[in-house]
């Protein structure tokens, strides 16, 4: 079991907290949140909570995508642009490759967009993602700026990977596989362009017009 008792988390987000690995600068450590996972499960209808634990945990259902056919097919190509994963640590935590510039945590998109607009360097590191999110197949979440660290002009996904469960079981096909990647790209140039714009209105109504067109 690791200890990080003495360590403070680099990031967190609604349900995860994530660390430095202690004697592993390189590898980050993934943690729920104490108390997330039972609060996540009684607020379910009692018919999702038959799926269990494992469908509110985010560390475990993030250990299951990684196994899904992109992953596991995709080659040395698939971290061009993805964390490697290396596994449950005892405690327990998700083990990933840590994204660093100079040492520190790599910026977020959404971080560099606020600061900066989305500039011609961005631009082309989305592209260069874009293009290869459609070579890979990978099926995610929808495509969230905050969860998009930028290093030397590339772009990595470290969180966000594991998509709703329909969309995995309907990834045995390619067409719905493309189909499914397609969506997450453009709706992904959406809300890049409502950040870059300093947000006016809600996201959710954004979403609501895009769903409706």
Sequence with gaps: MIDLSGSQPFAEGGNRRCFRHPTDAGRCLKVMK????EHRLAARPWYRRLRGRAAVD????????YRQRAIRK?????????????GVTLGPANETDFIAVNNSPAPTLASLIAERGLDDQLIAALRAFEDWLRHTELLTHNLLPHNLVVQHHRLYLIDGIAPPFIANVLGISRHWRQYWVERRIRRMWLRLHWEAQGRPGSWEAVEAKDREG
């Design 34 to 37: 104490p108390g997330v996972v």
């Design 58 to 65: 985010d560390n475990k259902r993030e250990a299951a995508t």
């Design 74 to 86: 995709g080659g040395e190509r698939i971290w061009e642009h993805l964390p490697r994963f290396h």
